[in-house]
């Protein structure tokens, strides 16, 4: 069975409106890392346990009847690869992550890398205040549905294989593929070996499915 999970990380986050698009009482599990909680705030979305060091977030959260787990200031991991690691361990095998993605150019860095990592273990959606990002594995794909000419980019590890549909230019064709667009309204991207991060704009999304096998 695919347990889902959510996780709410600091940062500004995708508008309410955005999130519109998804339904997101098929969530097992919502998590908030850290100040994600005030995220959670601003969507009207109750967490079931919150996680990290808790020193971006009010004093008053600390009060709440929710499942706390305290992490060090000085630790190993960030508030949010603990966040995915918490649900990774309770089951989860898919993992819907709003915030971040803007600010300091290390923090997104790090994301990128640790969601590159994370997405071996579990089907990774990351929604920005500005942009739908997958992580797509060897053996699987993303079939996104949005309007024509919808902005779409792809940067694929070194070592991957994949293949494109319904793009302006095949995404497969070059190192990776800056700005590509949909010239229709679905498109595939389908990755045969290594991991493929997908980018597209918040407007024109209308819905998407990932994790499926190739067939």
């Known amino acids: 069975m695919n347990k889902r999970g959510m996780l709410c990380i600091g940062g500004q986050g995708p508008d309410p409106e955005v999130l519109k698009e998804l339904d997101l009482e098929i969530y097992d599990m919502i998590a908030a890392a850290d100040s994600g909680y005030h995220l959670c705030e601003v969507l ?36 949010t690869q603990l966040g995915c690691m918490l649900l990774l361990e309770r089951g989860c095998t ?13 923090h997104t860095l790090d994301l990128y890398y640790s969601f590159m990592d994370l997405a071996r273990s579990a089907d990774i959606h990351w929604i920005t205040r500005c942009d739908h990002i997958w992580f797509v594995t060897a053996g699987r794909q993303l079939i996104l549905e949005a309007q024509p000419h919808t902005r779409l980019s792809v940067f694929p590890e070194p070592s991957s294989r994949f293949f494109s549909e319904g793009l302006f230019w095949k995404a497969e064709a070059a190192a990776y593929s800056m700005s590509n667009r949909l010239a229709e309204p679905r498109c595939r991207i389908a990755v ?16 998407c499915t990932l994790g499926q096998r190739i067939q």
């Open 44 to 79: 009207n979305i109750k967490p079931t346990v919150l996680v990290g060091d808790m020193d971006s977030i009010r004093d008053d959260v600390r009060a709440l009847e929710t499942e706390i787990e305290v992490h060090p200031v000085d630790k190993d991991y960030t508030d």
């Open 94 to 106: 898919s993992l819907l992550v709003l915030g971040g993605g803007e600010g300091r150019i290390d």
């Open 192 to 207: 045969e070996a290594g991991t493929v991060m997908v980018i597209t704009s918040v407007e024109g999304f209308r819905s």
